[in-house]
């Protein structure tokens, strides 16, 4: 019987539970025991927070990568989000993948004005100093490397701080950083 997992995964940590580099890196092992076999759904970059699936069963991992299911994020970025850059990234910028420039799917994107208790306060990122900051929500239904990241630094406003929120209807919850939660019946009309 297959077992399946949320993960608010924190920062500095990897979406992997083997790292064959010398330099030690934070993985997922060191947050919970999980069974032999887990692997993680999709990723999250070492720097990004936030709702991490994880599973021992294969077919739900292709299930959930594919392009129809919906991963949205809370972007903290540096700088005032205007209506003008939403509408940009709701139809579509130009970033760069392998050496290639692309030009993003349609996604949602809006404002954000009240953050969840899930998000937290997170890491220091910067004081007030250093200019404002604002918050935004990006759904997408691809996942190319560092794409959010990459989509608000094309409208001007680099990504400080990013946290998946919900894959699919599966939201964070109210997990805590590093909080690891079994979802015993876990089937792909959950998502």
């Known amino acids: 019987m297959?077992?399946?997992?949320?993960l608010h995964k924190p920062h500095g940590y990897l979406s992997q539970f083997i790292y064959e580099k010398k330099r030690h890196k934070k993985l997922l092992g060191e947050l919970h025991a999980f069974p032999e076999g887990t692997m993680a759904i999709g990723r999250l970059d070492e720097d990004s927070e936030g709702l991490l699936l994880l599973t021992t069963d294969g077919m739900m991992s292709e299930i959930v990568r594919s392009k129809t299911v919906e991963k949205e994020y809370f972007a903290q970025v540096d700088g005032l989000v205007t209506e003008e850059a939403i509408a940009q990234l709701k139809n579509g910028v130009e970033i760069g993948f392998k050496g290639i420039r692309y030009t993003t799917k349609k996604c949602e994107a809006r404002i954000v004005?009240?953050?969840?208790?899930?998000?937290?306060?997170?890491?220091r990122?910067?004081?007030?100093?250093?200019?404002?900051t604002s918050w935004l929500s990006i759904t997408l239904t691809e996942?190319?490397?560092?794409?959010?990241?990459?989509?608000?630094?094309?409208?001007?406003?680099?990504?400080?701080?990013?946290?998946?929120?919900?894959?699919?209807?599966?939201t964070l919850q109210n997990l805590k950083?590093?909080?690891?939660?079994?979802?015993?019946?876990?089937?792909?009309?959950d998502i």
């Open 177 to 189: 950083a590093g909080e690891v939660l079994e979802v015993p019946d876990f089937q792909t009309d």
């Open 113 to 123: 004005t009240d953050l969840p208790d899930c998000i937290g306060e997170g890491r």
């Open 143 to 170: 996942g190319k490397f560092r794409q959010v990241r990459k989509m608000t630094a094309a409208v001007g406003l680099p990504t400080l701080r990013l946290v998946r929120i919900r894959v699919g209807t599966i």
């Open 125 to 132: 990122i910067r004081d007030a100093r250093h200019g404002p």
């Open 2 to 6: 297959h077992r399946h997992f949320l």
